[in-house]
């Protein structure tokens, strides 16, 4: 039987995940897709705005702010099963939109970069604790042709943490908290995800 990615990544420790979220991430074959949808809220300090205007023009993040965002979240995989495509569609309720979309993209057990456009990305560990499956940050990258530059998450907004808690068999919660060594937590979303039967 195939392996999705993040089955992949996590090895054994896949086995302790809730079923709900197994589900969200099993997508074994190209062309597969799977959507989750849901409500949310996007916080950050206003004066770090310039700073998130910088890095959605990289790409990265969403510079919308508000609560009870209506959001679809689309994964699917093509012909390289080490590679898992997003596509986030944000909708705030004064009908400011945005999307996001990035590719994750296996680097070795318990590892994996996260890409979005222009080359810019971000490591991230993956462990499962207490039944949640968590994503830590370990420095972000830029890729400029052959060459891979590294840049640490405190010259950026910090270092993030993602923790998606299964609620249900068909719900989860996502908490995303960036937190920078001086300025504090800087960035934050999170919100209540339907996840469809298989």
Known sequence: MNTSLIQRVLGEDWAALPAVIQRHYQITAPQQAIVVTGNMAIDYPRRLTPVLKLLRLLGALVDLKGEQMAVQVKKWQQTDPSVLYWQRHI??????????????VWQQDHELIELVG??????????????????????HLLKLGPLT???????LLGSAII?????????FLLDFQIVHPLWGKTYYYGGIFKVPKI
């Open 91 to 104: 909708q705030a309720p004064g009908g400011k939109r945005c999307q996001f979309a990035s590719r994750m």
């Open 163 to 171: 923790s998606e808690q299964a609620l249900s068999e068909d719900s």
């Open 118 to 139: 222009m080359g810019f990305g971000i490591r991230l560990k993956l462990s499962v604790e207490q039944g949640k499956l968590i994503y830590r940050s370990c420095g």
């Open 149 to 155: 530059l590294p840049i640490p998450d405190s010259l």
